[in-house]
């Protein structure tokens, strides 16, 4: 990554696991966990070579794969109801 001047490692992960945990779903919760800690020691590790490491961590995303469930979480949210992909600014907006 050095030799090409590539500095930055992006992770997504989710607030599931690391934050919260869902119903009968331990293994997608400790996987995102795990991924929480990998970003943190990789971080530590890739600092000296001047390599930011960070995990993107979003919450309750409406898409076609939320459950009932998920979306009546989305509800509690601050804004009362799960982001959306439109939600996110497009690269050509920044």
Do not use: F, K
């Not at 930011?52 to 995303?61: C, E, H, L, R």
């Amino acid at each position: 990554m050095t030799s090409r001047d590539w500095r930055r490692i992006i992770m997504v992960a989710s607030v599931t696991g690391p934050v919260m945990a869902i119903r009968a779903d331990a293994a997608y919760a400790r996987a995102r966990a795990g991924m929480v800690g990998l970003t943190r020691a990789a971080a530590i590790d890739a600092a000296r070579h001047g390599i930011t490491v960070n995990a993107v961590a979003p919450g309750w995303i409406a898409t076609g794969s939320q459950t009932p469930g998920e979306r009546d979480e989305g509800l509690a949210t601050p804004i009362g109801r799960s982001a959306t992909p439109e939600d996110s600014p497009r690269r050509s907006d920044r």
